[in-house]
């Protein structure tokens, strides 16, 4: 393998990147319900379904935008990881949502879909394969 060429990012530092993206997503997160809960003067519901579709928009606006627009979320920066599609160009907006939906699924099922990278001969998850993306450590500059 050349150092200088990007290559498949494994599961460590898939890892990695995702316990970095829990700050800034947690932040977002409180921002978004004390915005939630300044509108309903302080009677917020948490368990309702509009304020759990608002949570959502706003996770999928982080990743969805991130991946989009260079192909990395903060976490994945920091570990010089990025998403790219076939081209070696950041996805599109359907390939992005589409990764964000399965790799929630992927979560879901006890991180299953993310484990399957061990086994890929790519380093792909179910994310990846579904989106037709791949996720990439770039080399220093």
Known sequence: MNPATPQPAHLGWRIAAMLYDLFPVLALLLATGAGAMALTLGQLDYHSWWY???LLFVLVAYYVVSWRFGGQTIGMRAWR????????RPPGW????????VALLSLAVGGLGFFWCLFERDRRGWHDLASGTRMLRMPKR
Request: net charge positive; charged share 15%.
């Open 52 to 54: 759990r579709l608002l």
């Open 81 to 88: 990881l990025q998403v790219v599609d076939n081209t070696q």
């Open 94 to 101: 359907s390939a992005c949502l589409l990764r964000f939906f």
